[in-house]
């Protein structure tokens, strides 16, 4: 019988998910032997990667996956993200503007740019890109969260007391 990517997939999710990270690479290896250009396998095996605590193999995984499918808006926000745990704060943005150029109304680039900025203690900055995000997507919660940190570290107190009482409204609809 032969192995079929899609099933090789699916068991390294299953294993992933139980932490059996060596396993699940390898089963998600072998799928990439199997069809090499399906940008959703290195997608995965970034992710497991990740998980396992090897973030230059999933940063490089991940950047493969890119080149796969340039405008897939989850790989670009993933390899931000990635690389915002890594510290590379200039790719993290640079991943932010491919995104923002890929659609400008999707609130996850906006709103990770603004952590960008605010990792890095330029909270002006920061405030200006969750604001955005919130703009577009008034119930992101994480978005407004931040945003609402921010206004603390640059003393905007109306801003953070409306933010609280957006955050507070948000918690008693779950």
Sequence with gaps: MLESSEQLNNQAVRLAFKGEYPEAIACLKRAITVEKENYLLWFNLALTYRDAGDFEAAKSS?????????????????????????????????????????NDMNPHFWNTAGVIHFQIEEYVEAADFFEHAVSISPHYYDALYNLRDTYEQIGNRTGLEECNRKLEFFKGRK
């Excluded at 790719?91 to 503007?97: K, R």
């Design 62 to 102: 991940m950047e493969y996956a890119l080149r796969l499918n340039r405008r897939n808006e989850d790989v670009i926000e993933a390899l931000a993200n990635l690389c915002i745990s890594m510290q590379l704060f200039d790719d993290a943005m640079f991943y932010c503007i491919t995104g923002l150029e890929v």
